[in-house]
């Protein structure tokens, strides 16, 4: 099969880019699970955005000091610039923020803003957004969505690329298009305790590693304050939005220790409370922190947080009365495919947008609730540019359509999982908020031995087997910058 454009991912920015692509161009969007399972559906806080003129200047300033000034400045003052015109769509096609009783937008707080201009639907934004997305890419003629495809490879055959898919895990599809896009999500999976979802383990980045495009600044992990401190792997995010609200960090006693750390306390940004919680939990050796905001009216905090509320009761902590046990955990990433304001990469043709995409807009830490913002404004950006570059192009037909279902992936060993979890404990020793230069550079020789297995040892390719391959040269990636930056 053939289309002028293939996106590998269905979060917001593979399905916004969809929906803003001409109309007239045939679309096919892939995706490796449901299209629910992804990083989108969990945004808890909301989308940041300055919907006055006269309040852009503010949220250039604040996510400056969350980036430490290490932000792309002309991505940023565009993004900033940008976002009125995508709130505006979002709510032309049902989207639906939490407003007053006079019906103007509620606006919420979150570290590192210095006002409030979060928008938000009660705690599950991504769920809102994502869901309206799905609506109306589902609807339209020209875009087709294929669930449980696992794009594995894409090669550049003079102006077109071939995509490989492991479909519903038994056989492999192949597509050719004109432009690719990759909307891949973050990484998170490489990591032990993260707040992403089964998805996230850097593919799109890896498949752009090996067609040869840029990849930057993958060392530049985000790590959440307040996870929920549970066993599970998969932890559970506490929104910023919480502390927003008026939530505060206290340890076992009750102790508001945030402020031996900074004058702005439990809203300073992410990267300075995660590691005064770490600092505090190796102080005092704690497993654990807590967030409280037992303060707080009840009905206000069940009618604002249903879903923290109901989740945290589901585990016997009623947090209307109760303090949250919590610890920072992997979160986000603001590395990946370098691209410019088109979420054009390296190569010609390719496309890269949301989380697994650089634009720089973020610096060295993300400013809350700036990432959805990132992918609605620069994936409708790229899909502008997409739409106006196959307009003027007229040599657009393939000469022939060869690609169809193909045998399923050779190899005899099923692959080991245990190189899952070897990836997982090196990144949690190595890296997880400061580094650890010995632990990375003995990881990155616990990981080459991985690939070299992967060579030699003749397993069946499957989609574990593309997994570990992903995570190993992004994890890789990651270690061996983050040692270079400390030289
Ligand atoms: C718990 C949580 C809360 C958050 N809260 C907020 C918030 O309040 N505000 C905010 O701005 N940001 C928030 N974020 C960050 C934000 O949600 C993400 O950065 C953003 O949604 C990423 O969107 P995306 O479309 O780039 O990736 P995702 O939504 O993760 O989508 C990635 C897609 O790529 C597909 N995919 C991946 N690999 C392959 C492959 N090999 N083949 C085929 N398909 C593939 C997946 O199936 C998925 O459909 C939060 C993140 C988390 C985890």
Known sequence: MQYDVIIVGSGVSGLYTSINLDSNLSVLVLSKSSLE?????????????????????????DTLIAGNYKNNIDNLKLMIKEAKKDIEKLISIGVEFDKDKQGNLLKTLEGGHSRKRIIHHKDATG??????????????????????AFVYDACKINDSFIVSAIYEDNKVLKFRCRYLVLATGGLGKIYKYTTNSSIATGDGIAIAYLLGAKISNLNLIQFHPTALCEENEERFLISEAVRGEGAHLVDQNGYRFMELYDDRKELAPRDIVSLSILKEMKRKNYKCVYLDISHKDKDFIKERFPNIYKKCLDIGIDITNEKIPVTPVQHYLMGGIYVNKNGQTTINRLYAVGECSYTGVHGNNRLASNSLLECLVFSRLAA????????????????????????????????????????????QRAYFIQLDVNSAIHGIGVIDNILNDLKELNYVKDIHFYEIRNMCIVSKLILQESIRNVK
């Open 384 to 427: 502008r540019h997409i739409s106006l570059r196959k307009r003027k192009c007229l040599n657009n037909i393939f000469k022939e359509d060869i690609f169809k279902e193909d045998k399923y992936c050779i190899g005899i060993n099923k692959i080991n999982f245990n190189y899952k979890k070897q990836i997982q404990d090196i990144m």
């Open 37 to 61: 399972n992804n990083n989108s559906n969990l945004a808890q806080g909301g989308i940041a955005a300055a919907l006055e003129e006269d309040e852009e200047q503010d949220h250039i300033k």
């Open 127 to 148: 769920k809102e957004v994502l869901s309206k997305l799905i609506q109306v890419a589902t609807e339209a003629e020209n875009i087709d969505i294929i669930e449980n």
